[in-house]
């Protein structure tokens, strides 16, 4: 812990200690993750948000916003200097360090609820509405957000298809989604099967297992940059050029936090990717 984030700590401390507040009373709210800060928004209460993560761009206004760096990799000093009455956050902040400062503070210290189904969006939005003390506005956002995505599953065609979602191919390697992830839920939720299931969460893959995986569709994060190019780097992996989802050219792209944030949008998100993966051309 340093000198700064002593001195900051101290300074909160005693501003938070003397003014105590209740819920519902914050008015200068840290967002820290995506899912959260789409949440406070659309609760109507963004006016009360004086920072936000780097994850938290949407809606676009929120990008306005100092940002306090990224959600697994917070500083304190900078969650501090923006002198917040209340710290909402996702779970799963980081480092564990930076956390423990920052509940340390005598700051309010809320934390959202994590999860990839249907149930979590519902608990998320209810846990961002009691920080706020909007528990009311909470419960009906709710039951649109959960009304929303009843529609979109009625639509949702299964198909079978097989999915191998990759957040990243570093050096080549295939890291991959297996089990209890958002892009597992996501991909369940749009009708179709998780191509990895024999571990939990983001692991590098061997080409055998690549190719044992036997994706029709490969899924990823839309980045900035020439996706024509990148197919065509992806198509030619040794492993992947054997997959039926190399043989169709079946690849499917789409905003990170869009596809797996789980929040308001989730309906929307299942929409565009059951529709993506049924379409007959690659994207």
């Keep these: 812990m340093t000198r700064l984030s002593l001195a900051m700590i101290a300074a909160l401390g005693m501003i938070a200690s003397a ?3 209740r819920a519902g009373e914050a008015e200068r709210v840290v967002s820290i993750g995506g899912a959260v800060t789409e949440i406070v928004y659309a609760l109507g209460e963004a006016d009360r948000l004086v920072a936000r993560d780097t994850t938290s761009n949407y809606p676009p206004e929120a990008e306005a916003l100092p940002d306090v760096g990224y959600i697994r990799a917070l500083s304190p ?18 480092p564990p360090e930076a956390v423990e400062l920052l509940r340390s503070a005598a700051i309010p210290f809320a934390e959202v609820p994590g999860g990839f189904t249907r149930a979590a969006i519902g608990a998320k939005i209810r846990a961002v509405g009691d920080a706020l003390g909007v528990p009311d506005k909470a419960e009906a956002l709710a039951a649109q957000v959960a009304a929303d995505l009843d529609a979109a599953l009625d639509g949702v065609e299964a198909g079978g298809k097989r999915v191998l979602f990759i957040l ?29 299931t024999a571990f939990s969460g983001y692991k590098p893959m061997t080409d055998e297992a690549v190719t044992q995986a036997a994706p029709d569709v490969i899924l990823m994060m839309d980045r900035e940059g020439d996706h024509a190019a990148a197919d065509a780097q992806l198509l030619a992996h040794p492993a992947i050029s054997t997959t039926p989802a190399a043989r169709d050219r079946a690849i499917v792209r789409m905003d990170g936090m869009f596809l797996l944030g789980f929040s308001v949008r989730t309906p929307e998100a299942v929409r565009a990717l059951a529709r993506a993966l049924h379409a007959p051309a690659a994207q």
């Design 168 to 196: 990243s191919m570093q050096g080549g390697r295939v890291m991959a989604s297996g089990r209890d992830t958002a892009a597992d839920g996501i991909i369940r939720l749009a009708g179709a099967e998780n191509a990895v």
């Design 19 to 21: 003014l105590p507040l």
């Design 77 to 94: 000093e900078g969650v501090l200097s923006v002198a917040p009455d209340l710290i909402l956050s996702e779970e799963g902040a980081g």
